[in-house]
């Protein structure tokens, strides 16, 4: 681009905000330019960087047959699609707000209620996290964000907003916990920059770690905000993807048990895109106990609605008790099962991993592989995975992690066999890199026992064939995968 072209466009169109030249994107740039297929192209690049629940969509499908009038484009439905198709005020549809509203409230065990008109939509939870950055921050404010985290953090919350992200730093040696002692240093170091720290945003449960909050953290989180006078932000999208104990709690539980806390200073982002693997629905909401921020986001949410298609067809989905409740035991015990899975193949080749009990994704340590501590040591193993074993996973430092090593692999997006495959190409590298760190003599950063043997109980779960899906990221090249050195 000359730079008579950059000066017609404005700052938006001609930065690098949007951050796509990270490893994490990279990965997909990989994946989506040789895409592994069991018969088509069995030496492809294997996609386990996308946190996508694929496990139960036979359920899902199961209540789509059966209930033909919850969509305007079926014969059976056809006679509300007058009705659906024209305008509607964007409160969005009653029932879709209260059916919303009553699933959150399922998925939090019926602990909390949710007031259907505090529920705001927006496009997935990327515009639900930008709306709220809109409504809270100015351009040159910040918000506190633990590490490791999300790396569409960066991109959701800063790129139109010129609002800041200020890592509050979170270590190995506690599992990654979120520590009071954290918080204070990381607002201290805004102060001294003279950054007006506007909020901090929690996920829960983690991603990438796939932990959940405890209440404790949650409570001392809620009284540091409270204190400072500043906005807490829980994003809780992956809730309903807890699988063993212990369970998840809500901030919404939390403000419930403190009365005397500033209820106008505590907000929820939700969707639907993890906890029942919609993403492509773009079902995101903003759930505020702030009045005037529900106003606000409530206009601009014009900005990015949810089609009435969607909101009438996910009515009446949630508004069917009995499938939900299926729906939610059922997904849980199979994320669990996978988890299971993944997590042993990867420990009997003496890879361990956090230890966790939600999401879609496994924290994955593989420190003791790398030649030194190092990020760049870090971003060389990442490469082989790429270019050699043909795994996308995602290094840690594309998640702000302090710490060079861990890297986030997904486990929920495909099948058993996939599943299986990924593991065996992943014994066959360990084994390799055993034997030629022997040959060389070269120390590892870190000892540990590896055994070679694999044994793999046969799936129970469905099998799902799952087609290759293109990356919601422009493909373009990237000087980060490329040969390695």
């Not at 509203?101 to 529920?119: H, L, Q, S, T, Y």
């Amino acid at each position: 681009m000359t730079m008579n072209q950059v000066q017609l466009l404005s700052k938006i169109a001609t930065n690098d905000g949007h951050g796509e030249n990270s490893a994490f994107f990279d990965g997909w740039k990989a994946y989506d330019s040789n895409p592994y297929h069991p018969t088509r192209n069995p030496s492809g690049v294997i996609q386990m960087g996308l946190a996508e629940n694929q496990l139960s969509f036979d359920l899902v499908q199961e209540w789509v047959r059966n209930n033909p009038k919850a969509s305007i484009c079926t014969a059976e439905g056809s006679n509300d699609f007058k009705d659906i198709a024209i305008y509607q005020d964007y409160h969005g549809l009653p029932e879709f707000r209260n059916a919303v509203a009553r699933f959150m409230e399922k998925v939090r065990g019926n602990r909390v209620r949710f007031d259907p008109d505090r529920i705001v939509m927006s496009g997935g939870a990327t515009g639900a996290q930008e709306t709220l950055a809109f409504c809270l921050a100015d351009a040159g404010d910040a918000f506190l964000v633990p590490t490791p985290y999300y790396p569409g953090n960066d991109r959701d919350l800063t790129w139109r907003t010129g609002i800041q992200i200020i890592p509050v730093v979170c270590e190995s040696s506690n599992d990654f916990k979120i520590t009071r002692r954290a918080l204070e240093t990381a607002y201290k170091k805004a102060q001294e920059s003279n950054i007006k720290v506007k909020g901090l945003l929690l996920n829960n449960p983690s991603n990438p770690l796939g932990t959940v909050i405890d209440r404790e953290t949650l409570t001392d989180s809620l009284l540091f905000t409270n204190e400072k006078n500043i906005h807490l932000i829980c994003d809780e999208i992956y809730s309903a993807t807890v699988f063993s104990k212990p369970g998840f709690t809500s901030i919404a539980e939390i403000v419930q048990e403190n009365t005397d806390c500033n209820r106008n200073l505590i907000h929820i982002v939700y969707s639907l895109s993890k906890d029942l693997g919609f993403p492509g629905f773009r079902v995101g909401i903003v759930y505020s106990y702030n009045d005037i921020v529900v106003n606000c986001a409530r206009k601009m949410s014009s900005f990015g609605l949810v089609s009435t298609q969607t909101q009438h067809l996910i009515s009446s989905m949630l508004s069917d008790d009995v499938f939900v409740d299926r729906f939610i035991a059922e997904s849980s015990k199979r994320l669990e099962t996978r988890h299971g899975i993944l997590s042993a193949g990867l420990a009997q080749v003496g890879i361990g991993s956090l230890k966790s009990n939600a999401g879609l994704y496994c924290w994955m340590d593989l420190r003791r592989l790398l030649k030194e501590p190092t990020f760049e040591a870090e971003l060389e193993l990442w490469r082989v995975i790429i270019n050699d074993v043909k795994l996308n996973v995602s290094p840690g430092a594309s998640f702000h992690c302090p710490e060079p090593g861990w890297f986030r692999v997904c486990f929920a997006n495909m099948d058993g066999e996939t599943v299986m495959v990924a593991l065996n190409r992943i014994h066959k590298f360990v084994t390799q890199k055993k034997g030629s760190d022997q040959g060389s003599g070269r120390k590892q950063c870190r000892s540990g026992k590896l055994e070679i043997s694999l044994s793999f109980r046969r799936l129970d779960e469905m099998k799902m064939a799952v087609p290759h899906k293109m990356s919601p990221h422009s493909p373009m090249s990237s000087p980060l995968v490329r040969a390695r050195t």
